[in-house]
């Protein structure tokens, strides 16, 4: 078995089998995707949030892309956790139809809350991006990341502004070594299980062309601990894909402490 395929094995063993270490009503789900955006909130303390999914990518710099993501939160209080993410599965199809497999490259994320009145909360990304994807599907280097967020509460409309910037690793002739990235977005429920995302974002960097993206996505909650999406999203700029589709799964699986 492959370490992608294997990866993706333990997460869905871990998604069906794990269930409360205590017999007390479990909290909701805090799902982060399937928006570029995060909220400020960390997921429940003290227990394991998984999230995956599958996205396709038309355009962009291969002619397809799928990608199979995958992410670990645990909060140690309300206003401290870590994430843990990658790509279990990574390929690209380039335009004279040739195909690269493989996995992708691992992110470690800290991140810490805090509030700012009853209906906003800040919240504070920082971490690193491991160069571990295989097949040359990464850029081999280790980037270093930090996101600003900002969310509210208007009646029930939620927005979610993020404001971030990446230190590359690689070095690339004639660009910048930093790129910068925001996204807000806005989503609100539908009735009991259902809730609606609209989303813009985009990423700059100095001499390269920025990629701007619009997105589109519905959620169900099929409990209160596993949350469902699926959706699309399509470029404002000619540097982003020209559209993806996707869908994935919240699960808050077990109480750890």
């Not at 997921?43 to 993501?69: C, N, Y």
């Not at 850029?139 to 590359?168: E, P």
């Not at 660009?175 to 977005?185: D, E, F, I, L």
Request: net charge negative; charged share 20%; hydrophobic share 40%.
């Amino acid at each position: 078995m492959t370490s992608s395929a294997l990866t993706a094995t333990l997460l869905l063993a871990l998604c069906l089998c794990a269930s409360p270490a205590r017999a007390e009503e479990p909290p909701a789900a805090t799902p982060y995707r399937p928006t570029v955006s995060n909220p400020a909130e960390l997921s429940a303390p003290g227990w394991l949030e998984v999230e995956a999914g599958h996205t396709r990518s038309k355009g962009g710099d291969a002619a397809w892309q799928d990608s199979t993501p995958w992410l670990l939160k645990l909060a140690f209080s309300e206003d401290f956790g870590i994430l843990l993410g990658g790509d279990a599965a990574l390929g690209e199809t380039d335009a004279a139809g040739v195909r690269t497999r493989g996995h992708g490259d691992t992110t470690l994320t800290f991140k810490h809350h805090w509030g700012a009145g009853e209906d906003a909360a800040f919240g504070l990304e920082w971490g690193a991006k491991f160069a571990t994807a295989s097949n040359g599907l990464g850029t081999g280097k280790q980037d270093y990341v930090m996101n600003g967020i900002y969310s509210r509460d208007i009646g029930d409309v939620r927005i979610d502004a993020n404001l971030g910037a990446t230190r590359l690793g690689l070095e690339t002739a004639g660009m910048a070594r930093w790129q910068y990235a925001g996204a807000v977005a806005a989503s609100r429920p539908l009735g009991e299980r259902w809730s609606a995302a609209l989303e813009l974002s985009s990423s700059y960097r100095r001499g390269d062309a920025t990629s701007s993206q619009w997105l589109a996505a519905l959620g169900y909650a099929m409990t209160k601990r596993l949350v469902f999406d699926f959706g699309v999203d399509g470029r404002l700029t000619e540097a982003a894909p020209n559209w993806s589709a996707f869908l994935g799964v919240t699960y808050l699986t077990a109480r750890l402490w």
